[in-house]
């Protein structure tokens, strides 16, 4: 039997070599939490380059952006002067062919790789290099260290560089969503004015009806395709099972006010156009209890900024329309955004769905705001019609959901009113066939 003392050199050296190894994975860990925290593609440059050249003990490091079919060295941390801020064409630089190949290359003598520029090399201190490619599946960049001598990069070496180069192209990805949903969060803030704005211009060109409509189908078409995208990342970041709870509230937001944004667009175009029958549902079997739990969901974010919650009883087994499910859903969910905005702080809006005589399903929407007067309660189905009470501010509508809610449920041959709720505030009640 063999046996090993403590100073037995192959134990130290393996020791050594554990020590290196788990250092190195270390480094890649601070790496990747900083790069997530970069807000610009100048920032995660320089962290990717400055952690590269400490993980490989290089020279020199470039960062290397893929532009059209052009190599641009955008950033480097060497010793002495590289490539800094040159593009060279994909097919005549070694990180063109790294990208162009989504694999790494291992370069252990610059004089003898048939991939080398050499005349560009030549007057560099550049002997060996190693570069990984920045997402290997559809390459952004490339990231390339370099030695003075000849080096032959361990094979260990060459995992970190490229575990360092996967998390770079994470936090690029990054940078451009965030961008992305700040400047559609802007653009909403933009639209939700204008279409403010819009609905107090209606109220005073009330004659003229066609020039109302244009404008309404202008701004609707250009309310619905940036919500529509913001709707599709928020909703597929919620999917992420590891989603930080702090980021998965944020996007749970970002759906609920894109959801709002996109609703408000729909109610505008079908309620710019009143003729008989310009409303024609979609008839499928819908099931009340699933459609009122993905409404809550939805507007749950909405409700707990002002301290409000959502309570949804229980629906019988078997309580189901013939209905059109995107129409029905957006009746339901401008009554509850509706009984929300009308209620105040840390008060609840309660929801129910019933069957009734075996014919008929009732929804009732109740809050606890100050109610409707009984002379306004037709009114309030009208067009841009706003009852702005006490506590309504801005956010009591634009006065177009009820008209909406009376169009649609009156195409499924049912009637929707309003009336005082059971301890005040008002409860809206919806009647459809079963």
Same mark, same amino acid.
Request: hydrophobic share 40%.
């Given at each position: ?34 790069? @997530?925290? !970069? #807000? ?42 590289? @490539? ?12 063109? @062919?790294?990208?162009? #190949? *989504? ?8 004089? +003898? ?22 997402? %290997? ?9 370099? @030695?003075?001598? !000849? ?11 490229? /575990? ?21 969060? =802007? ?11 819009? /609905?107090?211009? #209606?109220?005073?060109? =009330? ?18 395709? $940036? ?9 597929? *970041? ?7 709870? *702090? ?5 749970? *937001?970002?759906?609920?006010? =894109? ?7 729909? &109610? ?27 409404? /809550? ?18 629906? $019988? ?5 013939? %209905? ?9 969910? &401008? +009554? ?7 209620? $105040?702080?840390?008060? %609840? ?35 841009? =019609? ?24 009156? %195409? ?21 066939? /079963?």
């Amino acid at each position: 039997m063999n046996s090993q003392g403590p100073d037995d050199p192959a134990r130290s050296g393996g020791q050594e070599l554990n020590l290196r190894e788990n250092a190195g994975a270390e480094r890649v860990l601070r790496a990747v939490q900083e790069l @997530w925290r !970069a #807000h610009d593609v100048q920032s995660i440059a320089r962290i990717a380059a400055r952690a590269a050249r400490e993980l490989t003990g290089a020279d020199g490091v470039s960062f290397v952006l893929r532009d059209g079919e052009l190599c641009h060295y955008a950033h480097e941390d060497a010793i002495s002067s590289l @490539w800094q801020g040159r593009r060279f064409p994909m097919s005549s630089c070694v990180s063109g @062919w790294v990208m162009q #190949h *989504r694999s790494a290359a291992v370069v252990d003598d610059i004089a +003898l790789d048939p991939r080398i520029p050499i005349d560009v090399y030549r007057p560099t201190f550049v002997r060996s290099l190693a570069m990984v490619p920045v997402h %290997a599946s559809a390459p952004l960049g490339a990231i390339g260290s370099y @030695w003075g001598a !000849a080096r032959v990069i361990t094979a260990h070496e060459l995992a970190l560089l490229q /575990a360092l180069a996967d998390g770079t192209a994470l936090a690029m990805e990054n940078v451009v969503l965030r961008a992305c949903v700040e400047g559609a969060e =802007a653009r909403m803030s933009e639209l939700e004015a204008a279409a403010s704005d819009l /609905a107090e211009r #209606h109220r005073a060109l =009330a004659d003229s009806q066609q020039q109302n409509d244009a404008l309404n189908e202008l701004l609707a078409h250009d309310l619905r395709s $940036p919500a529509a995208g913001i709707m599709l990342v928020a909703a597929s *970041r919620l999917r992420e099972q590891d989603l930080p709870e *702090r980021e998965r509230q944020r996007w749970s *937001r970002v759906l609920c006010s =894109a959801e709002l944004i996109q609703r408000t667009a729909l &109610n505008l175009l079908d309620t710019s156009s009143r003729r008989l029958g310009a409303l024609v549902p979609r008839l499928d079997e819908v099931d009340c209890a699933a459609l009122l739990e993905e409404i /809550a969901e939805v507007l749950e974010p909405f409700a707990a900024s002002r301290g409000q919650r959502i309570e949804l009883r229980p629906a $019988p087994r078997g309580c189901r329309v013939r %209905a059109d499910g995107d129409l029905l859903r957006r009746v339901l969910q &401008n +009554l509850i955004d509706n009984a929300l905005r009308h209620g $105040p702080e840390r008060s %609840a809006v309660r929801v129910e769905a019933r069957r009734v005589d075996g014919r008929w399903v009732e929804v009732l929407v109740r809050d606890e705001g100050p109610g409707i007067p009984v002379h306004l309660r037709d009114r309030i189905f009208d067009r841009y =019609a706003r009852l702005d009470g006490p506590g309504a501010g801005s956010s009591a509508g634009r006065g177009l959901g009820l008209t909406f809610c009376k169009l649609a449920v009156e %195409a499924h041959g049912g009637t929707i009113e309003v009336r005082d709720g059971d301890g005040g505030g008002s409860c809206f009640r919806v009647l459809l066939p /079963a």
